[in-house]
């Protein structure tokens, strides 16, 4: 063999090791939507959603989600990096839910309390 030859195929082997391990490797854990799920679930939090019965169980589904994300995300393995995505994907919705539901019930009292005061200051005036 040659010097070029065993260069060629030298460099040939560090190329395909490469991409053996590039290919076989873990993947980089979901970050941005771990970030995105945490944001949405603190939101909801925030917006009372333990309070509201129905934003309370899409909270709870989002924090469940959460936990099984980084539990899959711990293995590194690739198939399970995608698989946390996709639990993370659905926990952010999940809190985005909540949020919006809570938001709508504390609507919906506020408009309740409205028409009572509006029957109220009717009531006085007649």
Do not use: W
């Not at 590194?76 to 999940?94: H, I, Q, T, V």
């Not at 949020?99 to 005061?117: G, N, T, W």
């Amino acid at each position: 063999m040659t010097i070029k030859t065993t260069t060629t195929r030298a460099v040939l082997g560090v190329f395909l090791g490469a991409a053996l391990v590039a290919g076989c490797g873990s993947s980089p854990p979901p970050t941005e939507r771990m970030e995105s799920s945490a944001a949405s679930i603190r939101g909801a939090e925030q917006a009372g959603a333990e309070d509201v019965p129905r934003a309370a169980l899409y909270l709870q589904l989002a924090n469940e989600q959460s936990a099984k994300a980084k539990v899959l995300i711990a293995t590194g393995d690739k198939d399970n990096m995608k698989a946390a995505a996709s639990l993370l994907m659905r926990a952010s919705a999940d809190g985005d839910l909540a949020i919006a539901l809570a938001d709508d019930e504390k609507d919906r009292l506020a408009a309740e309390h409205a028409v009572a005061e509006i029957h109220t200051f009717e009531q006085q005036t007649h």
